[in-house]
């Protein structure tokens, strides 16, 4: 008789299956966590890096196998990011036994750096306990912390092909190194202070500080209110004591910087109350691993404390310690304690932190070039001798109210360190296009597959060392992702230096150059953004870009369609007082509306200060050096100017910042309904005059409560001149895009307005609204070119 199995145990299937993980996946410590992962779910195999990615061979139990895709996606390191896992079945191998971590392999770059992330807490518990031997050592790092992006040359991520390659692994280190169960396997910046980078103090003329404790002299320099250049991860910063008003004094007067807001960095989140009234988004935003700046709504302390910080506005810039370096500068102002309890107390000690770009160039970098181009702004340097690969300011962030599923409230004010190179996803793949920006705020875009790649901030082309820094980063974003555009996108000015660098390297390649119109480009950036296909009306408010009529424009309604545009209507023309300089001296804006408003004869009055005053009426009454333009900023200038609010800029910005502020200060108020005229003309929005607002604030003695209304009626306007185009095209879904909606109050009224009258309302959140997201509208525009070829 044969034996019953009918309830003999199954056996279990083995199988081999050899898994392909693509997105951030190299330098976060993603293949240890595999490593760690094949031992506790017995499976023998290997893994290693590639050009795209990680790659993992493994066999043992058919459910293992899948607990492991089910890990790896569920229990990924915090800095990984999972874009695709693709597994195939593999020949079982039955003499495999045990799990390798594999060397790199070569081949097609489709993976991406991480980012640099700020040291994580175990690290600080390390540097803090008096036991370690990486007790107070500035360099300190692991897999889940540090340096990355900056100090890195090209991929595959390995040591090698960073700046650490000049610091030889010491025993311990390397035993670190190559241990998987360690913290610290292939920390590519692993280092200690026997065989890592090291601190020195220069003197402000580039001499050497005879000390042992380079920390310590920086900060009691800083208490004794010198002005002291630190090196960070990305760049210089320029520090000193925000409670030392004569300090930020000289700081302001140094750096040519007059009334523009400084950040602060203090210790923790609990010092960081004390100057702000913080939610829980600006908490979750200051303590991210990014360590962004945010901008926080200020308490009265900070007028009252840190004089001359962030004068006549209503928010400060907030910035918590990201490097070791700036923790240990907190940590001997707290008295060296043992351990991270310190750390949950409030301190004191704030630094003002800004970036050391001396006249508007580019972020120092290098030890002798601080000492060459900080001569004369900085009392002393806090060097050291691992070089920046890349350079990359801080990024700047806001919380906003979240507007729909899915939004984090926060809105990018400049995308820079932390969160460059991440790629945004797109809809679709498509053709690479390197996008060239604009003029202010430059950014890049590089496009591979369905993803974009922002640069970092470089800021206003401006200067010769800032077009050298756009073909570096050109250069390294295309070095480092391994990949030759198809064509570049640049904006519609020819004169640009951005636009003859894109036309330069597109003559280089022998591929297409496309000009996008700089509108056009802010729309298409919020449509990419939000994954949108087909019409979509743009409200594009900001300063200035060229239009396709070779005018100023800067206050349009538009209708986007990928590749295609059309000028739906427009704000009522302003004449521009002296040309250029009317975007720097809102008096002159305010002079052109009172002429529009037929009391020129005002105008000398009125600006009696001005030296100008009286001539500029004649300019204006003869048309002479008076170009028009549609911009909404130049309205909001003359509103500036007519309430006495802000007569000159000192800063990019400044008056319809302050503007906001008072109108945030007296708080809200009913719009002057009938205070514009929506004229026939375009196609189907027209032109909207703001004229009979503005003649309401010529004679408003209330500076505060003129500026609330300019807000809230503003708002109503620009809601009553969308309706009317959306009702009349059929077109339901608004785009919010350009620099004007950096203004909470505008964009929070406008887009909670639309929303209530059926709109779907898409505002840039991922990419600033203002010029630094240009790019990637470009980038937008120009792959729908390719791909429809028109």
Known sequence: MSEDTSTSPRQPRFERRRFYVRGVVQGVGFRPFVYRLAQELELSGWVRNDGGGVEIEVQGTAGNLSALAARLRGEAPPLARIDTLESELREFDPADHGFTITASRGGEI???????????????????????????YPFINCTHCGPRYTLTHGLPYDRVNTSMAAFALCPDCAHEYASPRDRRFHAEPNACPECGPRLGLLEGFGITVATRDPVAETLLRLLCGEIVAVKGVGGFHLMCDA????????????????????????????SARHWARLSSTDEQLLAAPERPVVLCDKRPSVDQELWGVAPALAAVGLMLPYTPLHYLLFHDYAGRPPGTEWLR???????????????????????????RRLMGIADAYLIHDRDIVVRCDDSVVRSLPAVRAGDDGVQFIRRSRGYTPRALRLTEKGPAVLAFGGLLKNALCLTRGDEAFLSQHIGDLES???????????????????????AVAHDLHPDFPSTRAAEALAERLGVPA???????????????EHHHRGPVLGLALDGVGLGTDGQAWGGELLRVDGARFE????????PLPGADKAAREPWRMAAAVLHRLGRGEEIAARFHEEQAAWRLAELIAAG???????????????????????????????????????????????????????????????????????AELADEPDAARGAALFHATLAAALEAWTLRAADLSG????????????NRLLSRDLSRRLASRGLTVLEARQVPPNDGGLALGQAHVARHLLTEGI
């Open 110 to 136: 489709t993976t991406a750096i991480s980012h640099d992330a700020a040291v994580c807490p175990d690290c600080l518990r390390e540097m803090f306990d008096p036991s370690n031997r990486r007790w107070r």
């Open 243 to 270: 409670r030392n008003p004569e300090a930020v004094g000289r700081l302001r007067e140094r750096k040519s910087r007059e009334n523009k807001p400084f950040a602060l960095m203090v210790a923790n989140l609990e």
């Open 345 to 371: 107390r409030p301190l004191d000690l704030a630094l003002v932190c800004t970036s050391a770009n001396p006249g508007g160039e580019p972020l120092v970098t290098g030890n002798r070039e601080a000492t």
């Open 464 to 486: 010769a060392s800032a077009c050298q820094a756009l073909d570096e980063i050109a250069e390294h974003l295309q070095r480092i992702l391994a990949l030759s555009p198809e």
């Open 514 to 528: 496309f000009a996008v119109q700089h509108h056009h480009a802010h729309v298409a950036a919020v449509e990419a």
């Open 567 to 574: 000028r739906l209507g427009h704000l009522a023309p302003l």
């Open 624 to 694: 002479t050096r008076c170009p028009p333009t549609t911009s909404l900023g130049r309205w909001f200038d003359a509103a500036a100017g007519l309430l006495g609010v802000c007569r000159r800029m000192g800063y990019e910005g400044e008056a319809a910042m302050r503007l906001e502020t008072l109108a945030a200060e007296f708080g809200p108020v009913l719009p002057l309904h009938g205070r514009w005229r929506i004229a026939q003309g375009g196609s189907d929005g027209g032109t909207l005059d703001l004229l009979p607002l503005l």
């Open 731 to 742: 077109v339901r879904t608004v785009a919010l895009s350009g620099g004007c909606f950096l």
